[in-house]
């Protein structure tokens, strides 16, 4: 493997792990074909049916799409129209699957922003070659759509991102009935650590401290961003109160494994982090702020308490209130 390759290898697994990618089909030979050429390299999922394609699109966005042109019902020209009218696949790489290498055919594909176009019956190694290259250059542009995110002196995400996520996942959770958590985490007597070894230091240790934070998450959905000042928060989807919990006991022992210096209290000769917590369980009645509020009253609770404490609360639903 060339280093252009091996560069792009690795990107595409740093992103995602393996990519998704959708297969859309209505005849069983090609899907098959298909599968056995992308099965090796990608997370395959199949769809029979424009309408079928577009529902899992909708519920688990796909990294691409590989859509037949011709099927009954709603053809690949209309599945792709309705991918790019939608905010929330717009952005799904879609390559027609075609049978016909008709330009005009592949001119009004185009227009209506696919990506590419593969002939039938498919060559493995064309497939393989395209599908590569495209799904490089979507994780090429998500990752400069991520850098316009970042806070520049944490490396995290910033405020404006967090709060995109957050709404975003409010919203999935009211739909799927699934908990949501959020975790606020303050550093303790920051200004006192400025004051001592100055802004430098205090920029360095805001560093430090959101590499630890992240460190402790492992799944993908989950977020660090830095939320204000010396505050961080962490949303976490699909978590539960006890899990929750002890990720914010270990993202206090990461800080304070951290080594920095606390001036002014002798008891402690460590930063520590007051860390507020709350979960919405089964899609509790509420909106967004409310929850924002109510991790902010957790962690003035933690702060009030002393240095390093962490305090959380549950906002209870019932599971009759997710299908109502």
Not at 38 to 59: H, I, K, N, P, V
Not at 217 to 241: I, M, Q, Y
Not at 265 to 285: F, K, N, P
Request: with cysteine.
């Amino acid at each position: 493997m060339n280093a252009a390759a091996t560069h792009t290898a690795a990107l595409l697994d740093s992103t995602h792990g393996k990519p998704k990618v959708l297969v859309v089909d209505d005849q069983p030979l090609p899907m098959e074909l298909l599968v056995q050429t992308l099965c090796d390299d990608y997370q395959l999922y199949m769809a029979t049916s424009g309408e079928q394609a577009l529902a899992l699109c909708r519920s688990d966005p796909p990294d691409l799409v590989l859509l037949d042109v011709l099927m009954p019902g709603m053809d690949g020209f209309s599945v792709c129209k309705a991918l790019k009218a939608n905010p929330a696949t717009a952005a799904i790489p879609v390559i027609f699957v075609t049978a016909r290498a008709d330009p005009g055919q592949e001119t009004h594909g185009l227009s209506l922003g696919a990506v590419d176009f593969i002939a039938k019956p498919i060559n493995p190694a064309v497939v393989r070659a395209r599908v590569h290259t495209h799904l490089t250059l979507k994780f090429q542009a998500d990752m400069l759509k991520k850098l316009v995110l970042l806070d520049g002196l944490s490396g995290v995400f910033n405020r404006r991102y967090f709060d995109q996520q957050l709404a975003s996942e409010w919203g999935r959770s009211t739909r799927s009935g699934l908990p949501l958590s959020l975790i606020l985490v303050d550093v303790d007597h920051f200004s006192a650590y400025n004051a001592r070894y100055g802004h430098q230091a205090g920029d360095d240790c805001l560093r430090l401290i959101a590499v630890a934070l992240k460190g402790v998450l492992r799944r993908p959905a989950d977020l660090v961003a830095r939320f204000a000042g010396e505050e961080f928060a962490c949303l976490l989807p699909d978590t539960s109160p006890a899990d929750v919990r002890k990720l914010a006991n270990d993202m206090a022992q990461r800080v304070r494994d951290l080594g920095q210096l606390q001036p002014g209290h002798t008891a402690m000769q460590h930063i520590t982090v007051s860390i507020g917590l709350v979960t919405r369980t089964h899609a509790a009645a509420g909106q967004v702020d409310g929850f924002l509020q109510e991790v902010s009253a957790q962690l003035a609770l933690a702060k009030a308490s002393g240095p390093g404490q962490i305090r959380s609360t549950v906002i209870l639903g019932t599971p009759a209130a997710t299908a109502a």
